[in-house]
């Protein structure tokens, strides 16, 4: 008899493991697909927001990214309920008990609280969206994703940074409009200026014909400065975002070209070299 009753509890016991595995492991699998459920419908709902409202793909984009974090962080407050709740706890009670502690350590979260703060306003303004070229907290780079804690900024190096919302005191947003594309060119003192910015402007001219990226001039503006053995006539373009450097790397190509064709000397440093004869 009590060898019976050993194992019918040894049994019982076996079936309550086996029940409370089985309910977590069915939890984790709806958690995985209403995760990849919601952000698909996410994602759906702002495709379809920027091919009707005719909202820009940048400001879709961000506010894509947003709304799938936000659905992120309430599933997984959702699915931590439910595990505490299989294991026979009082959810209510300890979101109760939590929302004691949490007040208890509100001061400690003050950053957190002025993340979210700025987090908000950064996104309200339009500030900055994904894909924009900023400099922000002396960070030049690309956005790649702006939340409620931090902004994720891709530098040219390939360097990511994560810069905490209270941590952007000011953003410059080069990526709101055309951009400036600027050259400066030296020629000889013993050339004539006139000529040698005729010479440019023409060049200038048939590139701006052969280039859909610029989109005012380029312009040979004038005499910028006169150096020790030159003087430097600056050219200056305005081009679509992000084209900027690409525009300064052709026109400096065809400038270069054109004055040589023309046979207008581009000054560089001489050394001269004294031998001295022995007596």
């Known amino acids: 008899m009590e060898q019976w009753l050993n194992q019918f509890t040894e049994g019982t016991i076996l079936v309550g493991l086996v029940k409370l595995v089985g309910q977590i492991v069915l939890a984790i699998l709806a958690f995985l697909i209403a995760r990849s459920i919601g952000k698909r419908i996410i994602q759906g709902g702002f495709s379809k927001m920027e091919s009707q409202k005719g909202m820009s793909a940048p400001r879709v984009k961000t506010l894509e990214k947003l709304s799938v974090n936000a659905f992120s962080y309430v599933l997984i407050f ?12 009082d959810a209510t009670g300890l979101i109760a008990g939590a929302g004691v502690v949490g007040l208890a350590i ?3 979260a003050q ?31 690309i956005v790649e994703e702006v939340g409620l804690r931090n902004v994720q900024i891709r530098g040219f190096d390939g360097t990511l940074h994560y810069i905490p919302n209270r941590g952007i005191t000011n953003v410059s947003n080069h990526s709101r409009g055309n951009m400036r594309a600027l050259v400066d060119m030296s020629i000889s003192y013993n050339d004539n200026i006139d000529h040698a910015m005729a010479v440019l402007q023409a060049a200038c001219d048939k590139l701006a014909t052969e280039d859909e990226t610029i989109k005012e001039g380029p312009n040979v503006v004038g005499v910028q400065g ?6 430097v ?45 022995e007596q």
Request: no cysteine; charged share 25%; glycine share 10%.
């Open 78 to 89: 959702v699915f931590i309920t439910i595990i505490i709740s299989i294991f026979g706890l």
């Open 106 to 108: 509100g001061f400690g």
């Open 111 to 141: 950053g957190l609280v002025s993340d979210v703060v700025t987090g908000f306003f950064i996104l309200l303004e339009r500030q900055i969206d994904v894909g924009d070229y900023v400099t922000a907290s002396g960070i030049d780079g």
């Open 226 to 231: 006169l150096g020790d053995s030159d003087v």
């Open 233 to 277: 006539i600056r050219i200056i373009a305005k081009t679509e975002n992000m084209e900027q450097w690409a525009v300064e790397r052709k026109l400096r190509k065809a400038l270069k070209e054109a004055l040589d064709a023309n046979n207008i000397e581009i000054p560089f440093p001489h050394q001269v070299y004294i031998e001295k004869k």
